[in-house]
């Protein structure tokens, strides 16, 4: 019996071992299209993979603190996050802020993130970053034995 419960502990060390390192890391992520964004990270979030933020998530690529939980969630000391006003192009072709997609955008994000930005006054077209303790106070540490099994530009 105790050697039966050895051998299942050991399986369920390695199990969650191996699920602990499927990660995808973003490095340097600017941003782009809401819609696309929302597609990769719906994605994501249904493969059960965890993420590293390990260098700048700007823009549309924040909106991943909204697609998955904190827990699979975690942050080097070289995460950067950058928010700025959602835009859109006008008529004329030329981009405007967006009231109504910054408030969706700025409602979806965790409180912890919403009052930081609050704090900052607010979502504009002057992108604000997220660094350092501040960003290490909302999200857990990464650990250097995690194997991503993705890196995303």
């Not at 782009?32 to 493969?47: E, V």
């Not at 607010?122 to 194997?147: D, K, V």
Request: aromatic share 10%.
């Amino acid at each position: 019996m105790k050697y039966a419960t050895g051998v299942l502990v050991a399986v369920l060390f390695f199990v969650s071992l191996s699920e602990a390192r499927s990660a995808v890391r973003i490095k340097n992520d600017r941003g782009g299209l809401i819609a696309a964004y929302i597609l990769k990270y719906d994605r994501l979030a249904s493969s059960g993979e965890s993420v590293i933020i390990d260098g700048l998530c700007a823009s549309a690529c924040t909106m991943v603190l909204s697609a998955l939980p904190s827990d699979r969630i975690c942050v080097t000391s070289r995460a950067r996050l950058g928010f700025h006003a959602a835009w859109n192009y006008g008529a004329d072709g030329r981009t405007f802020t967006d009231p109504e997609a910054t408030l969706m955008l700025y409602s979806t994000y965790p409180r912890p993130v919403r009052r930081w930005i609050t704090r900052r006054g607010g979502l504009s077209p002057h992108t604000i970053f997220l660094s350092g303790r501040p960003l290490q106070e909302m999200y857990r540490p990464c650990w250097a034995t995690t194997n991503p099994s993705l890196d995303l530009l």
